[in-house]
């Protein structure tokens, strides 16, 4: 599941204001994105600190999602989304999720996962994060790959226990990381008990190990003529220099604002 080549599908036909109801988008679901306003910069590796502070109730995919995008000298390598799932056909209904596509919309593939998997997923794993607990999403350079290609490392940190878990490695085309954003992906009725994510600590590092901290991002929705849900939204967090997204809420921070929270 995932942002690429889905987000802005149209949904079906019929009357539809998305206050109630399953999204009606191709795919089902209704998503909305912080694109992150980073710095120029040839950059290597991005993360974020992401926490579940209000999990979701129903028993539907739910999506929590770091994207970067591969750039090479003379053209993209596609792109993929790292994050964390709530999936019923994973224990405890968690999960973790590094997948992509590439330049042709071909998913990618990468090397094996040493996390297992209920469903047999080869970009979900079985992992049992906590809601109200922090965790570190990574991608990174490491090294090269098959066919030319560069290894991009995929990695969650639990911060309260400091213990990092490697998902695994995707290859793709390119040498560096643009384009970073977060996003919920949800596919739940949009009148369904409400759920928040909490994003901080953004951050963009180049070849040389050095961070550079993001504090704005600008808003997006997916339309609810696309057959997207209109009860969510983005807004600063409740912790200093943090963004929230909520769902069956009140749109606070309307499309292409940006969020400076700095």
Not at 172 to 201: I, K, N
Not at 210 to 225: D, E, L, S
């Amino acid at each position: 599941m995932g942002w690429f080549g889905r987000t802005f599908a149209r949904g079906g036909t019929g009357a539809w204001d998305g206050t109630a109801g399953r999204p009606r988008s191709t795919n089902g679901a209704s998503s909305h994105h912080l694109i992150w306003e980073a710095p120029p910069g040839t950059w290597s590796a991005v993360d974020v600190v992401v926490e579940i502070v209000e999990p979701p109730t129903v028993a539907a995919l739910y999506f929590w999602a770091l994207q970067v995008s591969f750039a090479g000298p003379r053209s993209r390598g596609g792109g993929a989304h790292l994050g964390l799932q709530w999936f019923d056909r994973h224990p405890g209904s968690t999960a973790v999720n590094w997948g992509g596509y590439g330049p042709n919309g071909g998913e990618l593939d990468g090397s094996p996962s040493a996390l297992p998997s209920a469903p047999g997923n080869v970009n979900t794993r079985d992992f049992p994060w906590v809601a109200g607990r922090a965790y570190r999403l990574r991608v990174e350079h490491a090294g090269p790959a098959p066919g030319a290609r560069s290894a991009w490392r995929g990695s969650i940190t639990d911060l309260e226990r400091e213990q990092p878990t490697v998902v695994r490695d995707l290859w793709a085309p390119g040498d560096r990381l643009v384009s970073p954003m977060v996003w919920s992906e949800v596919f739940a009725d949009c009148a369904a008990p409400p759920t928040t994510v909490r994003w901080s600590d953004l951050a963009v590092e180049d070849r040389a190990g050095v961070r550079t901290r993001v504090t704005r991002a600008r808003a997006n929705y997916q339309r609810v003529g696309d057959g997207g849900c209109i009860t969510s939204t983005s807004m600063p967090g409740s912790v200093p220099g943090s963004f929230e997204q909520r769902t069956a809420t009140v749109r606070t921070t309307a499309q292409d604002a940006v969020l400076d929270v700095g």
